[in-house]
């Protein structure tokens, strides 16, 4: 009940395309959903991140979808870039915790 | 700021051999963590500490020890390294779990044990 599954494992992108990569949980206490990126031979940081009262965040050319009964959300990258190229983790914590959960990554390759 | 600061940046281990990796941020945050991330399994917590003085077990805490005597140190201890310790370790600060600007993480401390 604890994990946050991610898919897909990878996925090449065109430059221009829209990637889009999702996440699904289980534990209904969830109530804090962060996605993260990460550079080779770098640490992740924060990329963008949604709570459950509101459906969609977007932030530049980066949007999260979130549908709350389908406990499911998602991030969405328009006008993808081959400087977007990195490894995608989505993530969730619960109101009562101080935990992150990892999905298990996403190796996205953007081609000019 | 520097952030979040690890050392070593990589260290290659004995089976059976001790060491400490360090981990320091000068940002104030309250909460620290450590993650170990294994090659298709994303980042598994280790150990994580709301405050100097307190540390609490994570999703894979067996084989290492913490400590937080002071706000910018958190220190992982491994003891009698194995095989399965193998693996890249990142240390991460943030002001707490839910904020906007999320948690910093350090650039990582790869251990390879043989």
């Known amino acids: 009940q604890q994990q946050v599954k991610q898919s897909p494992q990878s996925l090449i992108v065109q430059k221009g395309g829209i990637s889009i990569i999702n996440c699904a949980y289980e534990n209904t206490a969830f109530d804090y959903f962060p996605w993260y990126q990460q550079f080779p031979g770098k640490g992740p940081a924060l990329l963008i991140a949604i709570r459950p009262d509101v459906s969609e965040k977007k932030e530049g050319r980066f949007t999260i979808s979130f549908n709350k009964s389908a406990k499911q959300f998602s991030l969405h990258i328009m006008d993808s870039q081959p400087g977007d190229s990195a490894t995608y983790f989505c993530a969730a914590s619960a109101y009562n915790t101080d935990k992150l959960i990892f999905g298990t990554g996403t190796r996205l390759q953007v081609f000019p | 700021n520097a952030g979040v600061t690890q050392t070593p940046k990589f260290r290659i281990l004995k089976i059976g051999q001790s060491m400490t990796l360090q981990c320091t941020q000068d940002m104030n945050h309250n909460y620290m963590y450590w993650y170990r991330q294994d090659p298709g399994m994303g980042l598994k917590l280790i150990y994580y500490?709301?405050?100097?003085?307190?540390?609490d077990k994570g999703e894979v805490p067996n084989g290492y020890n913490v400590s937080r005597s002071t706000t910018e140190d958190f220190p992982l201890r491994l003891e009698l390294a194995a095989p399965s310790q193998t693996s890249v370790y990142f240390c991460?600060?943030?002001?707490?779990?839910?904020?906007?600007?999320?948690?910093?993480f350090g650039p990582g401390t790869r251990l390879t044990v043989t």
């Open positions: 991460a600060s943030s002001y707490s779990i839910g904020t906007a600007s999320g948690q910093y």
């Open positions: 500490s709301v405050g100097a003085g307190i540390t």
